[in-house]
């Protein structure tokens, strides 16, 4: 038998426990919440090892929680009757931590330390928190592995920990003892910790004891009716079942007989954990069979960009015994989670339209999602559409519209949505193509979200209206009364000339010139050529493979008949040769540049410098 093991924590670790100690000063309680919730989770695991393993340690012992406290000893003790650990267990469970290495992780976790410490659980440090009211925790456990040793893990939270074999044998399962700080023994007390279980645990699926008395409640709410249940008792579920600690940003309840029987309690959290750094989160509603928990995690109930609901399904036609390898092949699934999801997704779309206000904060923390399942879940694209808003150039900054809003208010015989993709609405209202837009009354979307370039690959249309960007070289707008109004046409014949010198002038940069109709008050705009990569694209594809230089970018490029700067240019072009092709280039880099689409600035600098000393000296010599 291996004698006493002194160990380090990892460095994370030791950090993590810093934080929870020292910035943690209210809602102390919440450890309890934290230790009872491991233990249910021990629970849930042995009742499924029950059912897969043949050989288990005492199978016969009752899947139970124990508390007790001990106010003359200041201690209080959680005792659990689940799977146990084993010495590699305890080291990789209690000794390390899952998202050690990631640095926003531990920064994420210190903010929510200081404003709301009840997230604490959702970082998945839960166990730390019995450090914040105890000096020294003890955990006895034995695996449920046959043949398995009776351990011990001792802490004081502070260097690193001991794990000696137990002087006495074990029963299967976990018992943690807390030796309460001085400041904290109010915890010792069995009335505060009665009243702790009952406001955060009292969902927990298993009996919860203190001392003789059973606590908790278990009650699967999902299948009563919406009337029997307040809202109250919702918030109470979703923290059980989440292991939030916030309220619910929306919970939908619904109760079906056909196509398929079914009770399903949805939760969309208030905080999205991805954006925190913690990476993908797992699947998060549970699949029960009429209140038998199936699986807490079930990979192919609801499609992947689901994975932020939290919340219970029921059906009582899935069978038992179902595996998570055959989950996603049954067909029974499938039809739960097509039905499931088309319902969320008019739930989703009837909230934002009651409720509009709290939807935009449900959009500008989740719209990612939404986002993913346009691209990735073709079965609900037309749904998930419909949930997209997007700022537009009808409307105020931070003003969202969705497809729907855009139709009802486009012109007349409007057959197009038109969109301009760009980095931040600034750079997209300052688009040449913009105010062509603006002058005939046509309504632009401004996509500015950086994944909204693969959405277009997915989506390019809404209810029959083809999604165009308004800088594409395509469009044909007709002639208003502002562009005639914006000043005298070049002849065509000049504007041919002006174009085919463009052409052959930087043949291996342009695709295509064309007299752009479009254009009022910008002498030129460029865009990448009807098929081509955009800048972003580009900039990905380089990323991807920096050894490989991509084709040379060609644009098109629409110069504008109206303009005084390509009058002066087609004038130049006569007098004055040199300085009306570095005019030209000048004009052409800075059209790309306006469009995002430059790659070589130094040209631009420089043939700057040599045209302001030509205007410079030009002025001279006039003065003279
Ligand atoms: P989380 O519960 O989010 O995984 P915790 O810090 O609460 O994070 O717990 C860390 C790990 O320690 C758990 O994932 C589990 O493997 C193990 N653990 C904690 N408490 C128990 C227990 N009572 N029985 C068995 N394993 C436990
Ligand atoms: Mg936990």
Not at 104 to 124: C, D, P, V, W, Y
Not at 239 to 251: G, I, L, N, S, V
Not at 545 to 567: D, F, I, Y
Request: proline share 4%.
């Amino acid at each position: 038998m291996s004698a006493t093991e002194k160990h380090d924590f990892q460095a994370e670790v030791s950090q993590v426990l810093d934080i929870v100690i020292h910035s943690l000063y209210t809602d102390r309680e919440i450890f309890v919440r934290e230790l009872i919730s491991n233990a249910s989770d021990a629970l849930e695991k042995m009742r499924h090892i029950q059912l897969t393993e043949a050989d288990v340690l005492s199978p016969e012992l009752a899947l139970e929680i124990q508390l007790s406290a001990d106010e003359e000893a200041h201690t209080l003790t959680i005792t659990d009757r689940g799977l146990g650990m084993t010495r590699e267990e305890l080291h990789e469970n209690l000794g390390t931590i899952a998202h050690s290495g990631s640095k926003a992780f531990l920064r994420n976790l210190e903010e929510a330390a200081k404003s709301e410490s009840t997230l604490i659980g959702q970082f998945g440090v839960g166990f730390y928190s019995a450090f914040m009211v105890a000096n020294e925790v003890t955990v006895s456990t034995r695996s449920w592995k046959p043949g398995s040793e009776s351990l011990v893990w001792t802490s004081d939270g502070k260097t690193g920990y001991e794990i000696t074999p137990s002087d006495e044998e074990l029963p299967r399962g976990t018992r943690i003892t807390l030796k309460l700080r001085e400041e904290c023994v109010e915890f010792a007390k069995t009335d505060r910790i009665r009243r702790i279980i009952e406001s955060y645990s009292s969902f927990i699926p298993f009996p919860v004891l203190l001392g003789e008395e059973r606590v908790n409640k278990v009650e699967a709410i999902w299948r009563k009716r919406k009337s029997e249940i307040t809202e109250e008792e919702y918030t109470e579920f979703y923290k059980f079942t989440a292991k939030a600690f916030d309220a619910p940003r929306y919970h939908m309840h619904f109760n079906a007989d056909s196509p398929i029987e079914l009770n399903a309690l949805l939760f969309v959290p208030t905080e999205n954990t991805e954006l925190w750094g913690m990476g993908q989160m797992e699947p998060g509603v549970s699949l029960y069979c009429k209140n038998v928990l199936i699986d807490d995690k079930p990979m192919g109930l609801l499609p992947d960009w689901l994975r932020f609901l939290r919340g219970v399904i029921d059906s009582a036609d899935i069978p038992l015994n179902i595996s998570r390898e055959s989950m996603q092949d049954s067909a029974l699934v499938r039809k739960l989670n097509r039905v499931v999801t088309k319902r969320f997704l008019k739930f989703l779309d009837g909230e934002a339209q009651s409720g509009p206000d709290q939807y935009k904060e449900f959009y500008a923390k989740f719209s990612r999602f939404l986002k993913e399942g346009i691209v990735t879940d073709f079965d609900h694209r037309v749904g998930l559409a419909k949930l997209l808003r997007f700022e537009s150039s009808m409307g105020d900054a931070g003003g969202m519209i969705g497809f729907d809003d855009y139709l009802l208010r486009a012109k007349e015989g409007q057959e197009t949505i038109y969109y301009l993709l760009g980095p931040d609405r600034a750079t997209v209202e300052a688009a040449p193509h913009l105010e062509a837009m603006k002058a005939r009354g046509i309504e632009v979307l401004f996509l500015t979200d950086s994944v909204d370039e693969y959405l277009l690959q997915a989506l390019h249309e809404f209810e029959g209206k083809k999604l165009v960007s308004a800088a594409s070289p395509g469009i044909d707008l007709p002639d208003d009364e502002t562009s005639e109004k914006a000043g005298e046409t070049l002849s065509e014949e000049a504007m041919t000339s002006l174009c085919d010198f463009f052409q052959s002038e930087f043949s291996d940069r342009l695709e295509k010139v064309t007299p752009g109709k479009r254009l009022i008050s910008s002498p030129a705009a460029a865009c990448p050529p009807e098929h081509g990569m955009t800048a972003h694209m580009r900039q990905m594809m380089q990323a991807m493979n920096p050894s490989e230089a991509l084709p040379p970018l060609k644009a098109e490029l629409e110069l504008n008949p109206r303009h005084a700067l390509v009058h002066a240019l087609a004038t130049a072009r006569e007098q004055n040769p040199d300085l009306a092709r570095l005019a030209a280039e000048q004009l052409l880099d800075q059209a790309l540049l306006a469009a995002g689409l430059l790659e070589d600035r130094v040209g631009l600098v420089n043939r700057g410098y040599r045209l302001i000393e030509a205007a410079l000296s030009q002025g001279e010599t006039s003065k003279k």
